[in-house]
C-alpha cells in the first residue's frame, strides 16, 4: 500500500465522504446528516495519493459522550490497518471535549463477509455493553 495520510474532516469533504459511501455501500447517503456531523464533531479521513480511502464522522450522543455513526474503509483497503489510525485520529480530536465513544453496531443492511467487528473494535479497546438479536453497542473510556 502507498503512503497514507491521515487527517481531520471538514464541511469540505461531503462530496468525497457521500461519494466513497455510495459506492461501497450501494445506497444513497443522508447528505444532510453527514454534513452536520463533519462540520461540528471530530472527523477523520484516510487518504491515498489523494484519493478518498476511508472515512470516519460522529455525532453527540450525550454531553460528554460521542457516537461514532459511521465508520467506513473502502474495500480495497481493509485488513491493513486504515480503521485503527481513524479512530486514533477521532479519539486524539475528541480527547480534550468528550469523556467516552460510543458505537453500535447493527445488521440493517447485508454486506458481503467481512472482520468480525468485535474483533476490530476489541483491539481498538471498546467492549460491548449491550447485545440484541441484531445489534451491539460498544464504549470506549477517553
Excluded at 445488521?107 to 476489541?122: E, K, Q, V
Amino acid at each position: 500500500m502507498r503512503e497514507l495520510v491521515i487527517r481531520s474532516a471538514g464541511a469540505d469533504d461531503l462530496d468525497a465522504v457521500a461519494a466513497l459511501f455510495e459506492r461501497e455501500n450501494g445506497r444513497v447517503p443522508q447528505r444532510d446528516f453527514i454534513a452536520k456531523c463533519l462540520e461540528h464533531y471530530p472527523c477523520a479521513l484516510a487518504l491515498q495519493d489523494g484519493h478518498l480511502q476511508g472515512f470516519v464522522y460522529c455525532q453527540r450522543f450525550a454531553p460528554d459522550i460521542l457516537e461514532i455513526a459511521n465508520l467506513l474503509v473502502a474495500e480495497a483497503c481493509r485488513g491493513v490497518g486504515v480503521g485503527s489510525r481513524l479512530l486514533a485520529e477521532v479519539e486524539r480530536q475528541a480527547d480534550t471535549e468528550w469523556a467516552s465513544l460510543i458505537l453500535v453496531h447493527s445488521l440493517l443492511y447485508p454486506h458481503p463477509p467481512r472482520r468480525s467487528p468485535a474483533d476490530f473494535y476489541g483491539k481498538q479497546g471498546f467492549t460491548p455493553i449491550h447485545r440484541t438479536s441484531a445489534s451491539t453497542v460498544y464504549a470506549k473510556t477517553l
